[in-house]
């Protein structure tokens, strides 16, 4: 079981260009997309959060269990259900701006055990940010952590809704101690400030940074470093991108059964560019399509 802690929430995609385009709601959301594309690879999931009780927290829910993502660890809240709306550039890049005051997935709560059989947890993008959800998140993270689990963090960083820049650098800087995983985009890497035998050297076992339609890179504790180009593919928009590689990951991981340091370091240069493919793959299949729609495993077979 792999477990996704963070939030689901709609985004509001326009469907043309200029600011008054109309919107179409989507299910969004990193860690959501996250959940959702494990599913579709095949991979047992499980989503750790709390989802609104309104009709769009009903609809989050039921994508979640039709792709056969265990809810059992979803707290129902009355508030309602955090809006993300974004801007599509001309290169298909999304932007975002968010609504996000006394909605429900920033009301977390931390549960006093993970699912069953849990092997790994993935963690990131709003859910770090917006209090008090984000501590309840960091609890679970540290606590998980501390129990032997692998852990994987995306901070997928949503600049215009972090109020103090230094203090969330500071406090990203404080995870990585628990942090089995860390992925994040180049952009992220500018923002954040430092470098990946940095952060390496803080915790971590292996960084992939991803650089869009240049491909991923992956930096190893001992050293190594290993890249692979970008799918070439007609972009629609990047929505959902990055998501699907953390599911690629994770789930190329476990099928490996390299979800552990040890493992990751064992895994060398052939593992790592398979398995850096496997996830550059399944990210240009979401990019050529409108929206966070991951691909499903049949579609990667080959």
């Known amino acids: ?13 326009p469907q043309g260009r200029g600011a008054l385009a109309a919107l179409r ?4 959301g990193g860690p959501f997309n996250t959940a959702v594309a ?9 989503f ?12 989050l829910l039921d994508r979640l269990l039709e792709t056969g993502v265990g809810v059992s660890s979803v707290q129902r809240g009355t508030e309602p259900t955090t809006l993300a709306v974004a801007t599509v550039g001309a290169d298909g890049s999304a932007a975002y701006s968010f609504y996000v005051d006394g909605t429900a997935d920033r009301l977390f ?3 006093s055990a993970l699912p069953s059989g849990t092997r790994a947890v993935s963690f990131g993008t709003c859910s770090l940010v917006l209090e008090p959800g984000a501590s309840a998140y960091e609890e679970l993270m540290r606590r998980a952590a501390a129990q032997g689990v692998f852990t994987a963090l995306d901070p997928n960083i949503r600049a215009g809704l972090i109020p103090d820049a230094d203090a969330y650098r500071a ?12 992925k994040l985009s180049a952009e992220d890497a500018e923002w954040l400030g430092g470098t990946p035998q940095e952060w390496l050297a803080a915790g971590p076992a292996a960084v992939v940074i991803t650089r869009g339609g240049d491909g991923l890179t992956a930096f190893t504790a001992d050293g190594g470093e290993y890249a ?50 496997f996830a550059a793959r399944a990210a240009a299949i979401t990019c ?7 691909p499903y495993a049949h579609e990667l077979e080959g």
């Open 1 to 13: 079981m792999i477990v996704v802690a963070g939030e689901a929430l709609i985004d509001l995609v």
């Open 25 to 28: 709601p989507a299910l969004g």
């Open 38 to 46: 494990l599913g579709r690879l095949g991979s047992p999931a499980a």
């Open 48 to 59: 750790c959060s709390r989802v609104s009780s309104d009709a769009f927290g009903e609809a």
């Open 109 to 111: 709560e931390a549960p």
């Open 171 to 182: 406090r990203f800087k404080s995870w990585l101690p628990s942090v089995s995983l860390l």
């Open 228 to 277: 692979v180009p970008g799918e070439r593919v007609a972009v629609v928009d990047t929505i959902g991108a990055g998501d699907t590689v953390n599911a690629a990951l994770l789930h190329g991981l476990a099928v490996r059964d390299a979800l552990s340091a040890r493992a990751l370091s064992g895994l060398g240069p052939g593992g790592w560019t398979e398995l850096l493919g």
């Open 288 to 294: 050529s399509r409108a929206g966070a729609e991951p």
